[in-house]
């Protein structure tokens, strides 16, 4: 796994692991007491849609980063392909402020790249 400016690049069925955290002017965002990190999966070009992959992740009260941790069994979205496949993605604070997502820069993307099938 690999993010080159907020582009990832993994392999289907690989576990994607991002140690996630929030600039807040010149300092780093403390998460408090109910805070959530929602992490969302959708296919190109179809956030107007429900995503293929979401997931909730709670920090520690107090710290400053979150782990996103999706299981390689989790990243195994799409049909198994012999070339990328592009899906976009959004990473949101409480379900109202987007944190990580499309932008005046465009689509947040992440890359799959194929996996080998097991035989």
Known sequence: MEIIDKEIHINRGDRLLIDFDINNGDDKYTF???DKIKFSIYRKKEM???PILQKI???VVGSTSVEIDISGEDMKIGEMLNKQVEYWYEIELNNDETII???DE???KLILYPEGADL
């Open 101 to 103: 997502g499309y932008d």
């Open 106 to 108: 465009g689509a947040k």
């Open 32 to 34: 408090k007491d109910g």
């Open 57 to 59: 992740f709670i920090p």
């Open 48 to 50: 107007d849609k429900p």
